[in-house]
């Protein structure tokens, strides 16, 4: 797992401690459109540069800035990214430049960067700016030459400088790039997008109302299919997927439909650049002609604009612009004469190298298959993590004739024999305590089994209504709208089945539950384990049982992440935004603030990170009285300087005698007459509040994929007249490792769990930690052995790569 670093691996980790920037100069540019999230990569850029010991540049209006020199480019401190964290846009500001599209504006450009010495450039933009870096390295010696010609540099400062290193990362809300899973500013503009759809929903809902979305995405489509299956959207209109031809009447009876099972709404979403399969340009305007035309709905168009750019970057966009950052950085400190020009990026939840050109010629070869009318050629180009993305929303969209039976009564009249093969009754559940996004997992596998051909059951209140026999059948309207809601509407308990075993196989024979799908925390992880150990004694759990995590403590064995702890981050990273706001014209201060998560230090560790915090305590790495005492005098050196707050976060269980409380009064007592303290215990409101964007689409889609192995199951496991398998590997948990979504049977996972404290063995996000200490300029070593390597675009990613489909 990402997070082994036991003794065997000793010998083969490597510290950057060996990777110096001494005497290396870096430039950092924000270029083209700006995103969300370009201020946190900045920032990692400036303070990583800075601590190897290298020189870090500021270039100010993008390749503007670099043609006209001057005060434009100015050496950067670490104290000039204090608090742009939180900053939406890019302060060192961003312009499209048509100069350096000229010959003359490049010389001009390189002879900026060879008077200070640059020769190292990190470039934060679309693939337009990417591409012009790109040129720009490949003209570098020919644009010295010149130079030297024109007497503007000597041919020592030629030879001393005669090469540049390029290094880019992709900072776009539009998540065009290919070879890319999240560019940066993508999960933020997703969360205006569903801020928005939230707040029309309930307008909608009051007077019965069809609205269009138009959202941004002139040539890609990822906002609009996104959105939309976070919102549960009727209707979506895609660049890469042009409707079919007579889509006029399929949406228009589609909507139909939807109303006469009950729903009082209907959403639409057009991505601004959407055609029909002809190439002409379906706008939001005419799809409300057509709906009032066709229909007589009452029908508003709200086209979002550049709201969708705008306000602060979500936790997701924060952590990722801050790994992308000190990736790029070492990126370029590895850099030698035959290393091409690379994009860093998060493919799954693993920082990889790719080669900047092979990126863009990927990305120009979507656009000239939609040109083409190639348009499945187009979709399977976006990646995976696209192609993911439409096919659950087919999945979810497909109210088939099978589900339209279920509906109605007629199902009764269907042949019995077709029924044993392919009508099973799949039971859905939520254990342990709540967490956003659950009820989209519960929506998502309730439509997809129902359209698989299953009869799906709800049980209330985990497995203590399990037992009371609290189960009854769910239908396709009993679940509509339910994306959005947090919390868990099926109801949820913490208790384990153990005691109650007798009584839960009696109430799945009475139901013939044929296949049971848990989504919850700890309680579900042990209750499976519970169950499953318990076949030999009872033939009833003698069925395919899959596992769900979902929690926003995060400490499930088994996956990386689980549903609900995104939503539980941006709740941190916003709260931790506003206190330190308040302090804003106060003197100095710091506030020392305790998150959630039992012993598991997700949370604190992660949400520090976004958060920019100066320290965070936890329980997986143990700390002692002079460990509190070094963390004091290293914050009180740092407010001597400009930095005006301080940010400590502590984990709920870190530590019994070091409570919150007495890390309150030691800052208090020795930051006397430097700065002042407050606490603030976070609480509940972490596992409240509607579910983010993340947490939607990823409960909607493992919940999506666990159904289909269930279904996959159920007919492996049928054989005369009746479902029975006892094998391990039909007791699984579907959790994301790395850059997969992986099954696993749970009895397998015993070994990695620590039972006692509730938490994994080993856990990736450990290794943030160094990452998190060097931002907030602690001297610590970092193991960069798990490093982004060099990869290529075009190579076959494994059969199960579905990771992405996390976002």
């Known amino acids: ?20 920037g001494a005497g290396k100069c870096i430039a950092v540019l924000t270029s083209g459109g700006d995103a ?25 209006e993008g390749y503007q800035g670099m043609v006209d020199g001057g005060d434009y480019i100015k050496e950067a401190t670490w104290e000039s990214v ?26 001009k450009a390189a002879h900026n960067l060879v008077q200070r010495g640059i020769t190292y450039l990190c470039v934060i933009g679309g693939d337009g700016s990417l591409t012009g870096a790109n040129l720009f390295r490949e003209e570098w010696s020919g644009l010295l030459n010149e130079l ?60 019965q109302r069809t609205f269009v979305l138009e959202v941004m995405g002139r040539h890609c489509g990822y906002l609009a299919l996104v959105s939309a299956l976070a919102c549960g959207a009727d209707w979506v209109f895609i660049p890469e997927m042009p409707p079919e031809d007579g889509w006029e009447d399929n949406m228009c009876q589609k909507l139909s439909e939807s109303r006469s099972r009950g729903s009082r709404l209907n959403i639409i979403i057009v ?23 066709h229909l007589g709905f009452d029908t508003r168009v709200t086209i979002l604009g550049h709201v969708q750019r705008g306000g602060t970057p979500s936790a997701f966009d924060r952590i990722l612009a801050s790994r992308m950052g000190v990736e790029a950085v070492l990126a370029l400190l590895e850099a030698s004469t035959d290393t091409p020009a690379c994009v860093v990026s998060l493919v799954g939840n693993q920082a990889v190298r790719l080669p900047l050109m092979e990126c863009v010629q990927m990305t120009q070869e979507v656009q000239k298959a939609m040109d083409e009318k190639k348009f499945d050629e187009a979709v399977r180009l976006r990646g995976r993590s696209f192609e993911n993305n439409l096919s659950t929303y087919r999945l979810l969209a497909s109210q088939t004739a099978r589900s339209d039976l279920q509906n109605g009564e007629e199902e009764k009249e269907a042949g019995d024999e077709e029924q044993s093969h392919s009508s099973f009754n799949v039971a859905v559940m939520n254990v342990g305590a709540p967490a956003a996004g659950m009820n989209a997992a519960v929506r998502s596998a309730v439509r997809v089994g129902i359209t698989e051909g299953h009869k799906m059951f709800a049980v209330n209140d985990g497995f203590e209504g399990f037992y009371k026999g609290q189960i009854k059948e769910i239908k396709w309207g009993d679940v509509g709208g339910w994306t959005g809601q947090g919390g868990s509407l099926l109801g949820t308990k913490r208790t384990l089945p153990a005691k109650h ?50 929690t926003v403590s995060n400490n499930i064995p088994g996956s990386d992440l689980s549903i609900g702890s995104d939503t539980a981050l941006n709740a941190i990273t916003d709260t931790c935004d506003r206190i330190k706001q308040s302090a804003s014209g106060t003197k100095r201060r710091v506030f020392i603030i305790e998150t959630m998560g039992g012993y598991c230090g997700y949370l604190a560790t992660v949400g520090g990170l976004a958060a920019g915090a100066d320290t965070v305590y936890i329980y997986e790495e143990p700390f002692d009285i002079r460990d509190l005492q070094a963390n004091v005098e290293h914050l009180t050196q740092k407010m001597k300087t400009s930095i005006q707050r301080g940010l400590v976060l502590r984990n709920e269980n870190c530590n019994e005698n070091f409570t919150t409380d007495f890390i309150y009064q030691l800052y208090s007592e020795e930051g006397r007459g430097v700065f002042d303290c407050r606490k603030n215990i976070l609480g ?51 959790g994301m490792r790395r850059r997969a979504m992986v099954f696993q049977p749970v009895a397998q996972l015993r070994e990695e769990t620590d039972f006692v404290h509730r938490i994994p063995k080993e ?16 001297k610590t070593s970092y193991d960069v052995s798990d490093a982004g390597q060099l990869e290529h675009v075009t190579r076959v990613r494994p059969k199960e790569n579905d990771a992405s489909a996390a976002i």
């Open 1 to 20: 797992m990402a997070g082994a670093t036991g003794p065997k691996r000793q010998d083969t980790r490597k510290f950057f401690e060996n990777l110096s």
């Open 36 to 60: 969300q999230g370009m201020n946190g990569a900045v920032r990692a850029v400036v303070r990583m540069g800075i601590y190897v010991g290298a020189k870090v540049y500021f270039i100010h």
């Open 82 to 107: 204090s608090s742009v964290l939180q900053v939406g846009g890019t302060v060192i500001g961003s312009a499209r430049c048509k100069e350096f599209r000229s010959h003359e504006g490049r010389l």
């Open 148 to 207: 030297i010609e024109q007497g503007l540099i000597d041919e020592e400062a030629a030879r001393s400088h005669s090469q540049l290193h390029i290094v880019g990362m992709v900072g776009s809300i539009d998540n065009d790039f290919c070879g890319t899973d999240m560019t940066i500013g993508t999960d933020s503009a997703l969360h205006r997008i569903i801020e928005v759809v939230d707040a029309i929903m309930t307008t909608a809902q009051s007077h």
């Open 271 to 293: 991505a601004e650049g959407a055609t029909d399969r002809q190439g002409q340009h379906i706008t939001s305007d005419l799809v409300k002609k057509l709906v009032v035309s």
């Open 501 to 550: 075993l007798d009584e839960i196989a009696e109430q799945m024979r009475i139901h013939n539950i044929t296949a049971l799908l848990v989504i919850g925390g700890f309680e579900a992880y042990v209750g499976l384990l519970e169950l499953s150990s318990a076949r030999d004694k009872y033939p009833e759990f003698c069925v395919p049982m899959v596992m769900i995590p979902a």
């Open 684 to 734: 509940h409101m972490q596992q409240g509040g509607a579910p983010s964007p993340f947490d939607r689409n990823f409960g909607t889609k493992v919940a999506a994929k666990a159904i289909q192995w269930i279904t996959q199951t159920l007919k492996e496991s049928y054989k005369e007249g009746r479902v029975f398998t006892n094998s391990e590997d039909t007791a699984c948990l579907l």
């Open 763 to 778: 856990q990736w996000w450990l290794k943030l930690r160094p990452l998190m200490k060097i931002l907030a300029k602690y």
